[in-house]
């Protein structure tokens, strides 16, 4: 499959320099440890939350895709993931998909509307070693879709998921990290019974430090049906701005490279951290 072929080729922005970010949540007089966001890209990282604080990563996204006479324009609204960091190497993950605005029709035809809120989802991310030499960081993650959220933005079942991340400090200013993991989705096939998915997902992208608070990211991204024979691939890119050392703003988007890949999406969000 040409996605499996290209895995090495995969990945997720990785802030330079947050590989070396501390795992607590810093003494009385220290400075906070770097703000390392898994957003706005397509991949997680390799990072855990320190000790004590809660991350709080929002935004919103946009798509368009024509194929075949058809046109689906999706756009989502205060999608959000919280991060709670639970000791040196532990931190808890909350997400919510928000409210779903979805118009399918003909191309140049009027359109169906469907508006909902999409589904939840909890996890939790594990810090299995630090990078050294040659040896990336890398974490564990781990959860579920949660039952709950509209019909058509929400399969009404429980949908693991499993995600290895890596990063690599390669200079001051560079940074690669790659993800690799397996999902399982629940859907409903033409007789309306309920069948499970199991899906084969890729990422890889690299991080570019312009400034100590402006970053860039280009990043490959993918899936292959384990299933079946589906699959796509696309690629993105975005920047993020650290407003204050708690606070970061970030704007991406990208395209489709295969046929059953969205023709085009963007996003742009805000990510925090408290209590500081």
Known sequence: MRLLHSLALICAVCVPGAVEARQDGGRVGEAPPPLVTDRPDQTESSTVVPSGLVQVEAGLAHLEDVERGAEVTSDGFAEMLVRVGLGRRFELR?????????????????AVREEGFGAASLGLKVGLV??????PQ???IAGTILP????TFSSEGFDPFLRAAASHTLSERLSLAYNLGAAWLTEEDETG???TLSVLLGTVALGIGATDRLGFFVELFGESGLSDESEFSSADAGLTWLLLDNVQLDLASGVGLSTSADDWFAGLGVS???PR
């Open 148 to 151: 709950g959220g509209a019909g």
């Open 272 to 274: 925090f951290r408290l």
């Open 138 to 140: 890398i974490a564990l």
């Open 193 to 195: 019974d309920e069948d």
């Open 130 to 135: 630090e990078e050294r030499g040659l040896r």
């Open 94 to 110: 909350a997400g919510f998909a928000g409210f779903r605005l979805l118009e399918e029709g003909e191309t140049g035809g009027d």
